[in-house]
């Protein structure tokens, strides 16, 4: 990417304990984040995708702060955000926010739309001249496409799509640099999908923004993001540039992921590979060893049938395969790359 660095992330870790008994004993902990590195540059688009419960949604309040880490870092602006006290993590709130998945329950139903958007300015009086907040609301409004005289009605007089408009109004409305973008259009109808990431490419076009997309449609992610990076129980196991992780996929589980993907064509979705996977998804509370995704992988298995000690044991890095198609991260200790086409 041309544009600069402004976001690193270094083997973040999140371990939600389970408490039991009377007295609330700790008994274990599920692993929601296990060891997420990647990096951000200004004005580009990282899809992150998986299935439910891999981590996504955990991995985006990590990096707003709305979570603490076990462990682990985030960079912003070259300022280490989970050290910052005070003013300064005030001012790094500003440039990181965040667009909610629900817009039927992210937005406060006895509140105005004036309200709702101007509530940021209650916090940050100084991003707008006293006495322009009315106007800066109904510019930012405006700029999603809403109508600027409907400042004064409530949530429920709204749309689903309407609504999530209002949602990225007041995400953009201290101009941040980042955006986090969890599942934003998943509760939306499909024609409305389209209207909402429409409306966000547009944004980023405007105000240079960067956003962090969260979702698992694998088709929408394809056709906003610059990067796209695949979780699977709380780890990145291939990360790469959009043509890269569609046309050669690397990691089994990518591969499964995109044979799932359903196809319009009757004649096409005939000739695809379709890769059905064994067993469930383990739970985070009890992950695997190694790789956690060796029990359900083809490539674990050696030619006596035996799970690889490879996979069992040790947990692969995220690097470039030299076998690769094209070089992008996976972490896969047998990759082996499908042609381009296979699944999509």
Known sequence: MSGEVILEARDLVKHFPIKAGVIKRTVGHVRAVDGVSFDLHAGETLGVVGES????????????????????????????????????MRKLRRDIQIVFQDPYTS???????????????????????????????QELL????????????????????????????????????????????????????????????????????????IAHDLAVVRHISDRVAVMYLGRIVELGDEEQIYDHPTHPYTQAL???????????????????????????????????FHTRCWLASGEDGDARPECVDDVPALIDRPDGVTQHACACHFAAPREAGAFV
């Open 258 to 292: 995109l044979s799932a993907v359903p196809v319009p064509d009757p004649s096409v979705a005939g000739q695809r590979q379709q890769i059905r996977l064994s067993g469930d998804v383990p739970s985070p509370a009890n992950p695997p060893s190694g790789c956690h």
């Open 142 to 213: 405006d700029l999603v496409g809403l109508n600027p005289e409907h400042i004064n009605r409530y949530p429920h007089q709204f749309s689903g799509g309407q609504r999530q408009r209002i949602g990225v109004a007041r995400g953009i409305a201290l101009n941040p640099k980042v955006l986090v973008c969890d599942e934003p259009v998943s509760a939306l109808d499909v024609s409305v999908q389209a209207q909402v990431v429409n409306l966000l490419e547009k944004l980023q076009h405007e105000l240079n923004l960067a956003y962090i997309f």
């Open 53 to 88: 419960g891999c981590g996504k949604s955990t991995l985006g309040r990590l990096l707003l702060r709305l979570e603490e880490p076990t462990s682990g870092s985030v960079m912003f602006d070259g300022i280490d955000m989970y050290k910052a006290t005070g003013s300064a």
């Open 107 to 137: 937005l406060n139903p006895r509140k105005t739309v004036g309200d709702i958007v101007g509530e940021p300015f209650d916090i940050h009086p100084e991003v707008v001249p006293k006495g322009g907040r009315r106007k800066r609301v």
